[in-house]
């Protein structure tokens, strides 16, 4: 299922960039290659990259002295690497976290080209498995030979469609497949009932990143709208129509898609987790808002029989309804054939492929040029069967003693957070006293699974890079359908360990970690100072997933991760009050020319990154180094503290990637994730000698205070 604002939260500015090998985002592979709809980087993390022979000092190194910490922070403190670290043609976004991404790629194409290699790999085996699935997706001679052909089968069944109920029946057929038409669908953890598992429906089925790209004004989205309907067009002409036949089915999909668009709810509107958990039976969906689709039948052809299912925009399925009656089934037809070549380009023949990231790596987010096709096999191989080569990652890169430094990192952040709710001066005792409750029973996972997927069922063989592609979608669906009726599974991981991003979920109430998260390329994490570990690693990443258990979405749910109101009438309105400064703040945030930060979308990731970095700085203050007080590298520990925060958001990004996560990401760019919580917190003014009438200035009575 796709994943939605209000599951998952990431300290990405994306789900997607996660490396690109896994990350909170479970929606279906991207073709390999392009960007996925909404990305980014994350926090560099201390680990194990290759040293280099003459080393700089972690953060020294970065700072652009010709910048005044109190005018533009995130520029202060990464400018000099900004500036000698332009952005490659192959790629729409760069930074540290991309190095890291780097070294990752390196070590698992090696694990990858060892498999192919092995000669007598048994069948079923992992070494198998990754070989045969390396060795395709590489056999760009094979993608050519075979065309269009891996896909005959479900063209064919497209083609064939003679009604509504033939193109909804087709539409569930590809479900299984990674195809999202027209709705998502998932089985996932009863909201309010966190020890269920439950069957949810969402809105879905654009082609384009967000509803909004359908709508907006501003001239860079509507060039991006105008280019989607020529890619549709070009699409349409590789599947063997002509031009005017071309032109006439894109236009009409686009029609169709723009329609849906006006029925979804906005990206802020999906944070809302009462707002969007809708209780209803299949008959009564049927019944009330879709008489078209036959829920009970649908379902059940999954083998899934559930007495309810949670709609997440009940008037989206209404207007789906609508428009289904209303649309032409050519259309309809065109519209299920487009989505499935377009999911599965990268894995078809050159001008499928290039075609694809003409519009959405090169338009969307401004990429220049593919990446090699090594890359885009690697990063395909880890969505498919990410935690098989997750196995022998952590085997080779991730011992025992740093899986244990972070756990212990982990109890210290804990331990502050405790001491940060008792001096809240805001919320009563009785509120108080269910917050820690929930902060101590906070589940940490750390590095890696203790217990390993099966992937014993899942074919890979030699036929298709994108036949491989359908069956790790199909097993991956099943796997997921296959979880209804059974105990929900709470030591489960939606990240590999290769992944760079973690999460906070709060139906489990628990923070994951995985492995690269925690790697700084060029240093390992004795050679890194407290000062650096605790802003980058502390602050911006278990601070700021255990906060999102407090913010504005996590607050709803309770210890045992059910969505329940644990709070008295005026600490909510107090909450509320004060989180409203701070969206109001981000509103203010104009990173394009007519293009705002959403504060109310991205509320709860900025309060994430306010609450870690006062919390890790809380820990901070416990150890030798800032009690000792000495310099390195000419600078303080509360200098280094923030520095190695910002060290994390050493980001740049094409204006197109920029366009498109402001538009689709509940997560604030990488410059204003640095200067608008620093903006807030007095400990850096004192750090940085901030003065009045600084931009990165703020009176006290403006300043935001929550946790």
Known sequence: MKANPRRLSCCLLAAAVAIALGGCNNAPPQAAGTAAPAASTAPARAATAAVPAAKADVVAANVD??????DDFFSYANGAWLKHNPIPASEATWGIGKLVQEDLYGKLRKISEDAAAKKDAAPGSDEQKIGDFWSTAMDGDLAERQGLAPLKPELDRIASIKDVPGALDEAFALQPLGVRGFFDFGVQQDEKQSDVMAVYLEQGGLGLPERDYYFNTEPGVAKARAAYVVHLRNMFRLLGEDDAAAGASAGQVMAFETALAKVSRPLADLRDPQKNYNKMSPAELTRQYTPGIAWNRQLQAWKLDPSYVIVGQPEFFGGLQKLLAQTPVPVLRDYLRVHLVDDYAATLSKPFDDEHFDFYGRVLTGQQEQQPRWKRALRAENRAIGMILGRIFVQDYFPAKAKQRYNDLVEAIRTAYGERIDRLDWM????????????????KKVGYPDKWKDYSTLQVGRDSWAQNEMNARRWAFDDEVSKFGKPVDRSEWDMTPQTYNAYYNPSNNEIVLPAAQFMIPGFQDDQIDDAVVYGYAAASTIGHEITHGFDDQGRQFDAKGNLADWWTKDDAKNFNQRAAVLAKQFDAYEPLPGLHINGSASLGENMADLGGLLIGLDAFKKTAQYKDGGKIAGYTPLQRFFLGYALGWIFE?????????????????????????LSNIPDFYQAFDVKPGQPMWRDAKDRVQVW
Not at 65 to 70: A, E, W
Not at 428 to 442: F, G, Q, W
């Open 653 to 677: 990004e094409r204006d197109a990637m920029l366009r498109q996560s402001l538009l689709s990401d509940v997560h604030a760019p990488a410059k204003w994730r640095v200067n608008g919580p």
């Open 428 to 443: 009563s005792a009785a509120t108080k006293a269910k917050a820690h409750e929930k902060l101590a029973a906070v589940t």
């Open 65 to 70: 002295t010709s910048v005044n910490p109190g």
